[in-house]
Each structure stands twice: as structure tokens, then as C-alpha cells.
């Protein structure tokens, strides 16, 4: 099986320097998939602003990348908002917002949902993001100079069953609001996008697997050969922190320049095909 890391080596030789003198905010930046986005971007150039409510860890990774870190509940719109003025004061704009944190459930039955649980995802993961956007909008249209917001989304979004209810209703939420914000903030040269990654082996999906199937002690790597085996069209391999940093530093960038209102799936083609085909063609 191939791994789903790829080296430090490797990250060095992939910074291109593509956000040179920009600033950006990566919210859940502390770990995962967004600690692996700041890395990017500030080897790639820019000033990056780690907000999480993982202090320790994130303060951390901010001393490593040259930048700074901020507590920041983005269910708490004031949270968000402090974020946003931290880099106007240290830099004087905000170029790029990624926002990108959120929480998983691992609820089934529509009949049995208790609506208090889904209310904390939706306070985090949409309310969150409109927060962001928001407060990053301002700020872009302030200054004058335009800006670039990616959102995370989710394969779930476009494709039912791969998640509880909760979690894909506030993932379709955020390909919504982000797509309706595109049209209204492209006039300021602003531009808003989603990346929609599907099955990124993660402490939060391994804890989802070992409580979907009963099987507390469900390792990483276990989790990395179910999904490098059924959920892509890449047999072999799964997705990465990395996969997705690199499609988000993309869309941030300038050579995304004439890209809005786009949903930019990382799935190893899980969602455009049957894997189950896969096995058919192979075999001819």
C-alpha cells in the first residue's frame, strides 16, 4: 500500500513561492489538514495566522512557520473577528482566508438525530465558515486589493451516504453559502471557493471508523487501506493532509486568478466513478 505522507523533502521541493507577501488566516490551522496548509503557504511565501482552540499545538507550529497564533471558537463570530484584526494590525490586510474548521459526528438514523448535537456542528461548521467570510469580506473590500476565501466542504456534500446526516447538511451548507458569496463579493475582486476533500485518513475520521464499525482499536494505517482500497479510483493510495494543502494553495493563489464560485473536489475520483468498476476493466 502506498503511504499517504509525503516526505518534508518532497513539501520543499512543491513551494514554488507562489504567495509571496500575502497574508493569510488558516482557522483549525493548529493540526490536520489546516496545519498542513499553513506549513505550505508559508513556505510558499506568505505570513499565515494559525487560529484553532488547540493552544499548545498551534503556538507550536506558528513558532516553526514564522507566524502567529490565535484562540479562536469560530462558532464565536467576536473570536473570528479578533483573528481577522490580528492581521490587520501585524500586516496591515488579509489576502487569503482559509477556513477551515470543523467537527464530525457520527450520528445515523435521520429518525433518531438529537437536533441539540446537530445545532453544535452547524454553530461550528456553518456558522463558522459565514463568519470567515464575513469578517474576511470586510476586511478584502476595505482594503481594495481583492482577496481570495476558500472554504472546506466535503465530498459528502454532492454524494449521500458517506457521512451522518448532520455532518453532510452542514457541508452542503458551506458549498451554498460559498458559491452565493462568490456572487456577490466578485465586483471587489474577491474570490470564493470550496475544496471538498473525501476520505483523508485523520484522528477525527479513524475515531468516526472505530465508532461506525465497533472496532475501538482501529489503527491509521487501517483506516489508510480500507480507503486506498474502496474509496478511490487511485487503488493504492489514499488522500493526504498535503493533497488537500496543495489544492488549497492553489485556489489562494494567483493562478487561480479567473477561478469563483468552484468546488474543488480532492477524491481520487471517488466521486465521478464506480470503484467496483474498476476491478471490471482491470480484469479484460
Known amino acids: 500500500m502506498e503511504s499517504c505522507d509525503h516526505k518534508s523533502d518532497c513539501r520543499q521541493k512543491l513551494a514554488t513561492k507562489r504567495l509571496i507577501g500575502k497574508v493569510a488566516i488558516v482557522t483549525g490551522g493548529a493540526r ?21 482552540v488547540l493552544d499548545e499545538v498551534g503556538e507550536n507550529l506558528a513558532k516553526s512557520i514564522k507566524g502567529l497564533y490565535v484562540h479562536c471558537d469560530v462558532s464565536k463570530e467576536s473570536d473570528v473577528e479578533s483573528a481577522i484584526q490580528l ?49 474576511a469580506a470586510r ?40 458559491r452565493s458569496a462568490a456572487c456577490e463579493l466578485g465586483v471587489h475582486g474577491i474570490r470564493v ?19 461506525y464499525l465497533g472496532k475501538p482499536n482501529m489503527t491509521i494505517e487501517q483506516v489508510s487501506d480500507i480507503i486506498g482500497l474502496e474509496g478511490s479510483l487511485l487503488r493504492g493510495r489514499c488522500g493526504s493532509f498535503e493533497d488537500i494543502a496543495q489544492a ?16 474543488l473536489l480532492v477524491d481520487g475520483g471517488f466521486t465521478s466513478g464506480s470503484v467496483e468498476m474498476t476491478s471490471f476493466y482491470c480484469d479484460k
Not at 34 to 52: C, F, K, P, R, W
Not at 142 to 150: D, P, R
Not at 151 to 175: F, Q, V
Open 32 to 52: 490536520g489538514i489546516g496545519g498542513a496548509t499553513a506549513t505550505l503557504m508559508s513556505q510558499n511565501g506568505a505570513h499565515v495566522i494559525i487560529a484553532d
Open 87 to 135: 492581521a490587520l494590525s501585524w500586516k496591515g490586510k488579509l489576502d487569503i482566508m482559509f477556513t477551515n474548521a470543523g467537527i464530525i459526528d457520527t450520528g445515523r438514523s435521520i429518525t433518531n438525530l438529537e437536533m441539540n448535537k446537530v445545532a453544535i456542528l452547524i454553530n461550528i461548521n456553518v456558522n463558522g465558515v459565514i463568519h470567515g467570510i464575513k469578517h
Open 139 to 178: 476586511a478584502m473590500i476595505s482594503s481594495g486589493t481583492g482577496g481570495s476565501i476558500v472554504c472546506s466542504s466535503s465530498s459528502a456534500a454532492i454524494m449521500g451516504g458517506l457521512a451522518s446526516h448532520s455532518y453532510t447538511l452542514t457541508k452542503g451548507a458551506i458549498l451554498g453559502i460559498s
Open 193 to 211: 471557493n470550496c475544496v471538498s476533500p473525501h476520505g483523508i485518513p485523520s484522528e477525527m475520521l479513524v475515531k468516526a471508523y472505530q465508532e
Open 248 to 263: 488549497v494553495l492553489f485556489l489562494a493563489s494567483d493562478e487561480a486568478g479567473y477561478i469563483t464560485g468552484h468546488n
